[in-house]
């Protein structure tokens, strides 16, 4: 019998598989204690709990570390890891430093396939889904990798989620789900607040009821045209749920009172940056509790985009902040490294 990743597990899911094998199910949460807080690598360390109730688990789940492929590390601070799976597929995740808080970019598939024409981890195409337990090892292991805050090992040294890396989590919704439970599990889990926790999507809003209803998350959506023939250039996805249908779903989105939809808006030269599309942007999300992102496109090998000039940036977003809204332009970190997201598995790849 092929044993099962722990990390699979939510602690009411273990609690009930303890239950049924003759345990007590508050032993979850020691488990959990055990693998999440204090990282341990094996159950022998559990030592809290029984001879017999560890060897119950050693003959029925595997504590797996992902196997560390590759590490850069960009003279800004950024760190990317590129994780080698089991079965011999790749996924990355990136650690970003900020003004004073650091946050985990992670990834929920292997490949992706939505087909955005921009996007590098569209090129290779999409193998498979990752598990809620290799999504969870993500965050864990960068845990793992780093030194302890003040000497206290419970502290973490980064406070921010986002699912902004290789794959759509919403595409991946049960196994997302899966993850998040472990994540945001207050008691013995991650233990990360819903409020630093981020899932950004391409727009598949037939998965929006679900999110908001069991996750009070940040939600962030990739946006990038404020029409549909340019959106449905860019991202396929349009063409299933256009614009018109992404905006009443995002309406719809339950949020706490002071909370904003994060609106990810890639500027490609030529494409989408003019100040008419800036002021249709400024009215397209009128309706929305929003803020923007604007995010120069990052350029990489083989594309057709390019970057606009910074004049071009700095003209549309002051014709956002004139409009009163909440708008930044996100800096690309990792410029030095292999920075876009994809390409160190892109990378991996090539050198087969």
């Not at 960068?142 to 759509?168: C, R, S």
């Not at 397209?284 to 995010?295: E, Q, R, S, T």
């Amino acid at each position: 019998m092929k044993k099962k990743d722990i990390k699979d597990f939510s602690q009411k899911k273990l609690a009930d598989w303890l239950q049924e094998h003759g345990e007590k199910p508050y032993r979850a949460g020691q488990v959990f204690k055990w693998l999440y807080i204090r990282q341990a690598d094996s159950f022998d360390e559990m030592t809290d709990l029984s001879k017999k109730t560890r060897e119950l688990l050693e003959n029925n789940f595997t504590i797996h570390r992902l196997e560390k492929s590759n590490t850069e590390t960009s003279r800004d601070g950024t760190v990317k890891y590129l994780f080698r799976l089991e079965d011999g597929e790749y996924t990355e995740c990136v650690l970003i430093p900020g003004k004073d808080r650091y946050t985990l970019c992670i990834s929920s598939q292997v490949g992706c396939a939505q087909g955005c024409r921009f996007c590098l981890t569209a090129r290779g195409g999409f193998k498979r889904n990752l598990t809620s337990g290799e999504i969870v090892a993500q965050i864990r292991d960068v845990l793992h990798d780093l030194p302890a805050v003040d000497g206290e090992p419970t502290a973490k040294p980064f406070q921010n989620i986002v699912f902004m890396g290789m794959g759509e989590p919403l595409a991946n919704f049960d196994q997302l789900a899966g993850a998040l439970e472990i994540i945001m599990d207050t008691d013995y889990g991650l233990k990360f607040s819903s409020r630093k926790v981020t899932v950004s999507t391409c727009g598949l809003i037939h998965r929006f009821d679900d999110l908001g209803r069991r996750f009070p998350v940040n939600l962030a959506v990739s946006l990038n045209a404020t029409d549909n023939a340019t959106r449905d250039a860019l991202m396929p996805i349009n063409r299933t749920y256009p614009i018109e249908k992404l905006i009443d779903a995002c309406l719809r989105f339950p949020m706490a009172p002071r909370s904003k939809i994060t609106f990810e808006y890639i500027l490609f030269k030529g494409i989408n940056d003019s100040e008419n599309q800036a002021h249709e942007l400024a009215r397209l999300l009128a309706p929305v509790k929003a803020k923007i992102n604007l995010i120069p496109f990052n350029e990489f090998e083989g594309c057709d985009f390019k970057t606009p000039d910074a004049g071009t940036i700095e003209r549309f977003l002051s014709i956002l902040q004139d409009k009163g809204y909440t708008a930044i332009v996100r800096k690309s970190m990792g410029q030095d490294i292999s920075a876009a997201c994809g390409q160190l598995r892109a990378n991996q790849i090539k050198a087969r």
